[in-house]
């Protein structure tokens, strides 16, 4: 089973920041939070991953509690190309064989 | 730099045939996962190869089975094929060694129809 809670699904308007939050209570502390989206029939897509720090690249922010029981993907200007299911996983990273657990996802619907 | 590449991109098959599905790592990836996403679900893990051995399994019956070759790029095949086999198959690539470098990058699946 998936050790992340996600919303089902959220909105946000064209422009504005969008705030996806991630429970994940029972993360251990060799875990990592990844962050994939998957656009309607296509490939999920890596977005980002971190471990306790905050992370940033160029598609988004990553916020991670101090706790790490929580975190927050932030897409800065959601475009409606932003539009997908978003996927918060938790997982040892450089560790051989692991897989990803997915879980149902966030649905963010970005509109105009 | 070439993505994760599948082929084919769609297949139709009956009830009882076998399939075979292909998928090409990104470039400078050493190790091949594969997953099955049924309609409306996440995806879920069904083998990973490395160094063309499974190096670990999901749930999965025994009719998926894999291979992957001495260039990195991998294989899925599933015999006597159920309904139920019917879904978008993700192949996603990674690079074991080093730090910070086995994030999984996805191709854009194939999708599977049981008639």
């Known amino acids: 089973d998936a050790k992340t809670t996600q919303p089902t699904s959220m909105d946000c308007a064209e422009g504005r920041a969008a705030n996806l939050p991630c429970n994940h209570s029972t993360i251990s502390g060799n875990e990592y939070v990844y962050w994939y989206r998957q656009i309607h029939s296509q490939g999920p897509q890596y977005i980002i991953h971190?471990?306790?720090n905050n992370e940033t690249n160029e598609m988004a922010s990553l916020i991670i509690t101090e706790d790490r029981k929580s975190s927050t993907l932030i897409l800065p200007h959601a475009t409606l190309r932003d539009t997908a299911v978003y996927y918060c996983i938790v997982r040892v990273a450089n560790q051989a064989g692991t897989a990803l657990i997915f879980g149902k996802g966030t649905t963010l619907s970005v509109s105009s | 730099d070439a993505g994760v590449t599948q082929s084919p991109t769609h297949l139709i098959k009956t009830r009882g045939q076998q399939v075979t599905l292909r998928c090409s790592p990104k470039s400078g990836h050493d190790t091949v996962s594969w997953y099955q996403q049924a309609l409306g679900q996440g995806p879920q893990f069904i083998f990973q190869y490395y160094e063309e051995e499974e190096r670990q399994r999901g749930n999965f019956p025994d009719r998926f089975s894999g291979h992957q070759f001495p260039n990195y790029s991998s294989e899925l095949n599933v015999n006597a094929l159920l309904l139920g086999d019917s879904a978008l198959y993700l192949c996603?690539?990674?690079?074991?060694?080093?730090?910070?470098?086995?994030?999984?990058?996805f191709g854009p699946g194939t999708r599977l129809t049981v008639l």
């Open positions: 971190g471990l306790k």
């Open positions: 996603a690539s990674s690079l074991v060694r080093g730090p910070r470098t086995d994030t999984q990058y």
